[in-house]
């Protein structure tokens, strides 16, 4: 049963510090998407790569926040400097195409506390 | 004014009864529609799509209304297995991202 990885599941971090998260997609799925949610906003979506080019992260704060695809397994998102702000489940998904729907299958998340 | 509104809930529901749950979204240009579920602590999961004509998928049924830009989603014959909050999702033509409602929590009680 393929499903999207995501590591580390849980992070305490003091603000200022760099944070790094990790997400491996399905084999096979040429798109990954990283999402935030909070209580307040819910899930909002922060950018999103198609075979590894970035096609949309107009979601994302840029001035700390950046997402990488060095390869087709791996896609990254780093934030530094962390802020209390940034506290929140980060979920990656990966998707393709199937019949009339482009489905997105999530990974469990990253949650991430800054101190 | 937010992009997919929902009811936050919670609805409480005796096992066994039929339930529904409706969600605008205000954007003309969505073009894929989709209710996803998510139980506490875990990741979004597709339930179902929703198509122009209605579909059902079990005791799961959703309507979509585009004159209107409404979604619904009834749940016959509910479960216990059925409580956790349910997620309205919009996509957009020509965008491959995502557009979540904040979900409507469900509890079915015994």
């Known amino acids: 049963d393929a499903r999207v990885t995501q590591t580390p599941r849980d992070k305490v971090t003091e603000m200022g510090q760099e944070v790094t998260m990790r997400c491996q997609p399905i084999l096979g799925h040429n798109t990954v998407f990283w999402y935030r949610q909070t209580m307040m906003q819910g899930l909002e979506l922060l950018a999103y790569f198609r075979n590894r080019a970035p096609l949309d992260d107009s979601g994302m704060p840029k001035d700390r926040f950046s997402a990488e695809m060095p390869d087709a397994t791996l896609a990254t998102l780093k934030i530094q400097p962390s802020e209390p702000r940034d506290s929140a489940v980060y979920f990656c998904a990966s998707g393709t195409h199937k019949d009339r729907a482009y489905e997105q299958y999530f990974g469990p998340g990253t949650r991430l506390t800054v101190t | 004014r937010k992009e997919v509104e929902q009811d936050p809930g919670p609805f409480n529901v005796p096992e066994g009864a039929t339930v529904a749950f409706n969600c605008t979204y205000s954007?003309?240009?969505?073009?894929?529609f989709f209710w996803y579920r998510q139980d506490c602590r875990k990741e979004p999961k597709l339930l179902m799509s929703v198509y122009s004509s209605g579909n059902e998928d079990g005791r799961f049924t959703a309507q979509l209304n585009r004159a209107s830009q409404y979604i619904s989603l009834l749940i016959r014959d509910s479960k216990l297995s059925d409580s956790a909050t349910y997620l309205c999702v919009v996509k957009r033509g020509g965008a491959d991202g995502l557009t979540f409602g904040k979900g409507t929590h469900l509890i079915i009680q015994p």
């Open positions: 954007n003309s240009a969505s073009q894929s």
